[in-house]
Antibody
């Protein structure tokens, strides 16, 4: 069974870049899912899809975040990463990584990591 | 992009059925048979309970059923149980991206 684990700083300063990594275990990132995605949830609010990537590196991003988001994949180390630039307090959220079988069907999720944007 | 529209809350007594609607457009819900539903308990990651409109992952009780008509998808929970009290989110493929609904809190009376 796939397991996913997010890692990265829990505190980021405004205007800086948020960087998170998702490590996949229990399967190969090349073959265990069609896509690998990032979803976030501001405190007390709903889920927001950020974007996804396949093992070949093809990416799909939320139109509202497209100008600030970069998702990359490293098949040699079985992880994929999120970079979100020019962050503000509105980017404070729990960030989840997930396996996406296509069409937004994420069967496996990480536990989530809270990232706070504050000076 | 706009989030899919869900009711803020629904409630029912144990044993009853409740239905949550998820309204989008022809560019998302209506245009693809890729609607999924997630259950989220407090402090936990979401759990996939329905995908591809009406398919259930292994281990999800058949009390949960998904359907779609036009631009609106629905999740029906039959035989409501206390453990079903949670937030539920719909999700749909859209053009080059994925969109979530705003979420519905299900309360078991």
């Amino acid at each position: 069974q796939l397991q996913l684990q997010e890692s990265g700083p829990g505190l980021v300063k405004p205007s800086e870049t948020l960087s998170l990594t998702c490590t996949v275990s229990g399967g190969s990132i090349r073959s265990s899912s069609s896509f690998w995605g990032w979803i976030r949830q501001p405190p007390g609010k709903g889920l927001e899809w950020i974007g996804s990537i396949n093992y070949s590196g093809n990416t799909y991003y939320s139109p509202s975040l497209n100008s600030r988001v970069t998702i990359s994949v490293d098949t040699s180390t079985n992880h994929f990463s999120l970079r979100l630039s020019s962050v503000t307090a509105a980017d404070t959220a729990v960030y989840y990584c997930a396996s996406d079988g296509g069409g937004g069907a994420s069967h496996y999720w990480g536990q989530g990591t809270l990232v706070t944007v504050s000076s | 992009q706009s989030a899919l529209t869900q009711p803020r809350s629904v409630s029912g007594s144990p044993g009853q059925s409740v239905t949550i609607s998820c309204t989008g457009t022809s560019s998302d819900v209506g245009g693809y048979n890729y609607v999924s539903w997630y259950q989220q308990l407090p402090g936990k990651a979401p759990k996939l309970i329905i995908y591809d409109v009406n398919k259930r992952p292994s281990g999800v009780p058949d009390r949960f059923a998904g359907s779609k008509s036009g631009n609106t998808a629905s999740l029906t929970i039959s035989g409501l149980q206390a453990e079903d009290e949670a937030d539920f989110y719909c999700c749909s493929q859209a053009v080059d991206h994925v969109v979530f609904g705003g979420g519905t809190k299900v309360t078991v009376l």
